[in-house]
């Protein structure tokens, strides 16, 4: 991640700034004040992030500036006033399952670009990182955490449900039995259990998490890029193949790396 010129800002507004070093992307929540606390604007901008990548970029970083990751949604949103220029969700509530239906699939797009094949993804996270922030560290392929993380799905708590992507990956991660007792009784996870169970990747002291970062994209860059794509393509489809289909990807993905190393390909 060391460069002789500055990281060039491509983004920078409502609470989401993305910069670009080289084959490195850094995607910061920049709103410590509000504990990176998030909101349709802050998602719409996390979305214009994704498509703004330049196609050089290999690894994205998600962090959050302050003390806390992202405590999660900005409770405005459940006032009668909501967000100025936004409707409320008490508004949202009123209008038909279709067009409910319509805004949440547009938040979800802030989730879902993280687990591209192109680029791998890593949540840098401290402090706090609850509900909409718990799930938007699940987005991203691989999670670096400081020793005072603290995770809690919060939804089910206020009588919701987690609806940003992250039921599937916190399954994929600690399977259903855990995933359901995180959910429904909304406790936190620290960083000894969250290591222990699989949902992170590694944990450090606050002050290494930086470091632990620039070093976990440095070994992911080490990689041939077009190899690095192709394994993350095979695991992220080994779950929904069976035994026998996932033999056949992988033969079907050596041949093309293969053919490609010798210079072969079409």
Not at 61 to 89: C, I, N
């Amino acid at each position: 991640m060391t460069s002789l010129d500055p990281a060039l800002v491509v983004l920078d507004k409502d609470g989401v700034r993305l910069t670009v070093e080289d084959a490195v992307a850094t995607v910061t929540l920049t709103n410590p004040a509000k504990r990176n606390a998030q909101s349709p604007a802050l998602w719409r901008a996390l979305t214009e992030a994704g498509r703004a990548l330049p196609g050089s970029v290999r690894v994205v970083v998600l962090r959050g500036e302050g003390k806390s990751f992202s405590a999660g949604l900005d409770r405005q949103a459940f006032t009668p006033e909501g967000f100025d220029g936004e409707p409320s969700f008490l508004d949202l509530a009123r209008g038909s399952d279709e067009e409910l239906d319509a805004v949440i699939a547009e938040y979800q797009e802030a989730f879902t670009w993280w687990r591209r094949n192109d680029i791998v993804s890593i949540a840098a996270v401290q402090g706090h990182a609850i509900g909409a922030g718990f799930q938007l560290a699940l987005a991203c392929d691989l999670r670096v955490v400081a020793q005072d993380v603290q995770f809690a799905m919060r939804e089910t708590s206020l009588g919701l449900v987690p609806d940003l992507t992250g039921t599937h990956p916190l399954v994929a991660a600690v399977g259903y039995a855990r995933a359901l007792e995180i959910c429904a009784t909304g406790r936190f996870v620290h960083a000894d259990e969250a290591e222990r169970v699989g949902l992170v990747n590694l944990v450090v002291p606050v002050e290494e998490l930086d470091a632990a970062v620039r070093d976990l994209a440095a070994a992911l860059l080490a990689a041939p890029r077009d190899a690095v794509v192709e394994t993350k393509a095979l695991l992220r489809g080994a779950a929904g193949r069976p035994y026998e289909e996932q033999r056949v990807a992988e033969r079907a993905g050596q041949a093309r790396r293969l053919r490609d190393l010798a210079g072969l390909a079409d």
